[in-house]
Structure formats: structure tokens, C-alpha cells
């Protein structure tokens, strides 16, 4: 029998992708933060784990638009030196 993998959609390239193959950014009450073990609780929002993701993700407002609030310059760049460290 086949296990089950959860899939989710990259809110920059709209690719679905295994849920374990994005990075999950998530808000809460204090604010959005990345949430690389995914387990925070709070409205998520997943994106592929590159850049060119993430500029697509800024141009359209992916994360913007399925988390429901603005998003400030600074957390752009805090997540383009996450994925940086990742790569």
C-alpha cells in the first residue's frame, strides 16, 4: 500500500509540490514569521524553497493574498537570506 503525501501549492510558481519540498510561512497574532518545521500554529502559506519562487511570490503577492495581510519589505528580505543560507 502507498503511503499518503500531503501536497500544497507554491503561491509564487503555483506548482503543487510535496508538502515536504516548501518552505512554510506562516502569521499568527504577533506577526508572520518562516516556519521552516512547520508545525506553528496559524494561517500558512507555502512557497518553493528557490529564489526565482520567491521573486514571483513578491511580483504577484502570493503571500500577500493567501495570508491576508501586508507584508513588509523587511520580511522579503529576511526570507531571501533564509533560502540563501539554505541553498
Known sequence: MQEYIPHRK????????PKRD????VKTDEG????PKQKMPG???YICK??????LAMKKKG??????VNIPKGFY???EEFLKDRQ
Open 77 to 79: 528580505e529576511e526570507l
Open 32 to 35: 508572520v514569521f518562516i516556519d
Open 63 to 68: 503571500l500577500e493574498r493567501s495570508l491576508k
Open 22 to 25: 516548501l518552505l512554510r510561512v
Open 43 to 45: 494561517r500558512g502559506a
Open 50 to 55: 528557490d529564489l526565482e519562487c520567491l521573486k
Open 10 to 17: 507554491c503561491v509564487g510558481c503555483m506548482s503543487i509540490k
